[in-house]
């Protein structure tokens, strides 16, 4: 099976309601995604989301890093030999992680495919049925309420409450949740760097001591300000977890040996890809560190590859924040990964199992192919 071409195209999906941090409000998520041909029929794919405030990347970038250099540096590559060709993905360009990403989820399932057996299963096994939490988006208090309400009745069992805009609001916010669904559902707090280390441990110390039990707080602080994190890690019991902060396997290394949170947020768009979502699973639980997988605004093509390796890494994997297509209006996708509010179930079929994407918009020029 070798890689003989490689198609781009978009991938639009409206939202049910804005999707609001305290970074951005979007209302539709739109992948890049990429179609990977083989010389024996098969087809693997990948996609990756803009997420400009996050890893710097815009379609623009993601397409011209694919078509320009990711994808000439593996053409004709054969796709048994799977460590090659992601050390080949890996090396042809610097940072570009998103990418990176959507060409290795596409190597992946193709890899799975050559062995005629779901992703998950190649990876390591597993059970394929994972549950995932929910985003509460940050806005009016009674909105709020009113979102996780629906959430819980609707069967999830965690909510992931976004904060981070105005401290004294916030802390309102979630004590207003909490007194609505805190005995049905787990609370987890993603602050979205959107405060300071001091600001976080007053926050956490006034929702610790008024009896608020958080499941924990995810990047209360600026990505770059690990000092920060310790800071915060050392003077609350809330469980810290990192997002912007760590990206890489050499990033979550020097976070778990500075005890700058108690758990790391792998997300294939941050490390690149799955062989390095693996990595970060392996060296954190080297180190008995608890991991979250999590996902940008993406469609489910990408969201599918990030529960496979959540089944396959369920030892240290133990939270499930892959909500995204659960937040759009329909799934384009067709086979695999199927999304029904908390439940995720992967499919038997090889690879990610994907049969169809409906509403694909191929891009002209969009090919690359083996010269
Ligand atoms: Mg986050």
């Known amino acids: 099976?070798?890689?003989?071409?490689?198609?781009?195209?978009?991938?639009?999906?409206?939202?049910?309601?804005?999707?609001?941090?305290?970074?951005?409000?979007?209302?539709?998520?739109?992948?890049?995604?990429?179609?990977?041909?083989?010389?024996?029929?098969?087809?693997?794919?990948?996609?990756?989301?803009?997420?400009?405030?996050?890893?710097?990347e815009t379609h623009g970038s993601i397409i011209e890093a694919i078509r320009t250099v990711i994808a000439p540096s593996i053409m004709g590559e054969d796709i048994r030999n799977l460590n090659r060709i992601v050390n080949l993905i890996q090396k042809s360009i610097f940072t570009n992680f998103s990418a990176k990403a959507a060409?290795?989820?596409?190597?992946?399932?193709?890899?799975?495919?050559?062995?005629?057996?779901?992703?998950?299963?190649?990876?390591?096994?597993?059970e394929p049925v994972i549950s995932t939490d929910i985003t509460i988006s940050v806005d009016y208090i009674d909105k709020m309420v009113e979102d996780a309400t629906r959430a819980v009745e609707a069967g999830f069992e965690a909510l992931k409450i976004k904060v981070g805009k105005d401290l004294a609001l916030d802390i309102?916010?979630?004590?207003?949740?909490?007194?609505?669904?805190s005995d049905k559902a787990l609370l987890r707090l993603d602050a979205n760097q959107g405060w300071t280390p001091k600001q976080t441990v007053m926050a956490l110390r006034e929702l610790e001591s008024s009896g608020i039990e958080l499941e924990f707080v995810e990047q209360p602080v600026r990505g770059d300000?690990?000092?920060?994190?310790?800071?915060?890690?050392?003077?609350?019991?809330?469980?810290?977890?990192?997002?912007?902060?760590?990206?890489?396997?050499?990033?979550?290394?020097?976070?778990?040996?500075?005890r700058g949170a108690d758990i790391i947020n792998i997300k294939l768009m941050k490390t690149g890809g799955i062989?390095?979502?693996?990595?970060?699973?392996?060296?954190?639980?080297?180190?008995?560190?608890?991991?979250?997988?999590?996902?940008?605004?993406?469609?489910?093509?990408?969201?599918?590859?990030?529960?496979?390796?959540?089944?396959?890494?369920?030892n240290i994997i133990t939270r499930v924040d892959l909500d995204a297509p659960s937040l759009a209006t329909l799934n384009p996708v067709q086979g695999g990964v199927t999304f029904d509010n908390a439940e995720i179930r992967i499919s038997d079929a090889p690879g990610l199992g994907i049969e169809n994407i409906e509403g694909l918009a191929m891009l002209d020029p969009g090919r690359v192919a083996a010269g």
């Open 1 to 56: 099976m070798k890689i003989t071409g490689i198609e781009l195209g978009k991938l639009r999906v409206p939202l049910k309601t804005p999707f609001k941090t305290a970074l951005r409000t979007v209302d539709h998520m739109e992948d890049v995604v990429i179609v990977l041909e083989t010389d024996t029929g098969h087809t693997g794919y990948g996609s990756a989301p803009a997420t400009a405030v996050i890893t710097g």
């Open 103 to 126: 060409v290795e989820i596409a190597i992946y399932d193709l890899f799975a495919q050559s062995f005629g057996a779901p992703l998950y299963r190649v990876l390591g096994g597993g």
């Open 172 to 181: 309102q916010r979630v004590k207003a949740i909490a007194a609505a669904v």
């Open 225 to 258: 300000d690990v000092e920060g994190m310790k800071y915060i890690t050392e003077r609350v019991s809330t469980a810290v977890m990192a997002d912007e902060s760590t990206f890489g396997p050499k990033e979550v290394i020097d976070l778990i040996q500075m």
């Open 275 to 314: 062989s390095n979502a693996i990595n970060i699973a392996d060296i954190a639980s080297l180190y008995d560190v608890e991991c979250m997988i999590g996902c940008m605004l993406e469609t489910s093509i990408g969201v599918s590859a990030a529960a496979h390796v959540a089944v396959a890494k369920s």
